[in-house]
């Protein structure tokens, strides 16, 4: 508008005959002032913006000491970072996984209570075990199950325990893990979702997945003269991701697929999730087992909550209390698909382009029977 206004005024003059001299310095002088205004009104933006990010700057960092103030908190001499317990649960306790039980028995259990005679025979003691399968399986009641049987202090651990936003945390955390395995020692440390902080590692030379490998390694091969005081347990849903030096033998020696529950443990399973619960005395364990072909043992769990859920809102709308029914069960398991199907479908295209058949059998041997597209398929009545 400024601009129109002065070819406005400049025209006028040229036209009139007047004279432009005195027109022309008004208009430098007022391009000039404008310019200026336009520097400081620039130069306050920035000032503003730079004391913004200065502000930010500081705050994170207060962020960070206040954290890491905490966390030197938390590691006093008398306190502990992990939650250290001592489970009850023993392997009489969880339904099913004959094969599963022998092989934590062989690899931690046994030598445990033998380390004289393992010593004679020059066996190792304490293998690192992975545990992998579909989830919602029993891994982690597996695990603690196996430190409930050696008596022994249990550390479980999650994701969110170990990873942080800042820099070098997350491995310290690893560190301070093992650290403080040793000093309640015997202990048994469980890991769940490894491929979380043990996934495979790129090319690159850094990065916080390589650092986290790398310091998972330097860790648990530091345990090497005390792996008869502190053992090494941990789960995934993607063996595949996991990445091969941690598989490797002294590591994660033992690798043991956990399954679904099969017929049997479905039926001691409903039974265990109906225990607590009032129910009709002609309950059919064994079609109810028969007619959860595929489902996990959260699956059921889910399925008797749902179940129960049918008497209890008839009984909220007036309706006589009664106990739960075999009706109420079928009902539960028909509006309920298996949660593995996501699962089936996923592992067996990541297994194939992973090219870790081979490595993980039973897992391959079990997709090749229960993915739709098998061609060993059997019974896929609840994954159509």
Not at 326 to 335: F, G, Q, S, T, V
Request: charged share 25%; hydrophobic share 40%.
């Amino acid at each position: 508008m400024i601009l129109v206004i002065l070819i406005t005024v400049l025209v006028y003059f040229l036209t009139t005959g007047d004279s432009v001299v005195p027109l022309m310095v008004a208009i430098v002088g007022f391009l000039a002032l404008l310019l200026f205004i336009i520097g400081v009104n620039y130069t306050a933006v920035m000032q503003k913006k730079l004391l913004k990010e200065s502000a930010m700057i500081l705050l994170d960092q207060a962020i960070a000491l206040e954290e890491n103030q905490a966390t030197v908190d938390r590691r006093g001499k008398n306190s502990s970072v992990f939650m250290i317990e001592k489970p009850n649960t023993r392997f009489r306790d969880v339904a099913g996984m004959k094969g599963v039980k022998e092989e934590i028995k062989k690899a931690i259990v046994y030598p445990f209570e033998h380390p004289n005679l393992y010593r004679i025979y020059g066996k190792r003691s304490g293998e690192g075990i992975l545990l992998y399968g579909p989830p919602g399986c029993g891994k982690t009641l597996i695990a603690r199950a196996a430190a409930g049987e050696l008596g022994v202090s249990f550390l479980s651990i999650k994701v969110s325990d170990i990873l942080s936003k800042w820099v070098g945390e997350s491995e310290k955390n690893i560190q301070l893990l093992f650290e403080q395995a040793y000093t309640k020692s015997p202990s048994i440390i469980f890991i769940d979702e490894l491929d979380a902080i043990g996934g495979k590692r790129g090319g690159s030379s850094e990065g916080p997945t390589r650092r986290l490998v790398n310091e998972l390694l330097a860790q648990m091969d530091g345990i090497e003269g005390t792996r008869d005081k502190v053992l090494i347990l941990a789960a995934t849903n993607e063996p595949w991701s996991i990445d091969p030096a941690l598989r490797r033998p002294g590591r994660f020696t033992k690798l043991i697929f956990v399954p679904p529950p099969d017929t049997i443990a479905r039926k001691e399973i409903i039974k265990i999730y109906l225990k607590e619960r009032p129910i009709d005395k002609d309950i059919d364990y064994d079609r109810l087992a028969a007619i959860t072909q595929n489902y996990s043992a959260a699956d059921i769990r889910q399925i008797c909550d749902e179940a129960a859920d049918i008497p209890l809102r008839a009984a909220m709308r007036g309706n006589k209390i009664r106990k739960i029914g075999m009706d109420d069960l079928e009902a539960a398991i028909k509006r309920r698909k298996p949660s593995l199907l996501s699962w089936v479908r996923l592992s067996t295209k990541r297994m194939e382009y992973e090219m870790e058949t081979e490595i993980f059998e039973e897992m391959s041997a079990y997709l090749k029977e229960y993915d739709p597209s098998g061609n060993n398929s059997s019974d896929l009545r609840n994954f159509s």
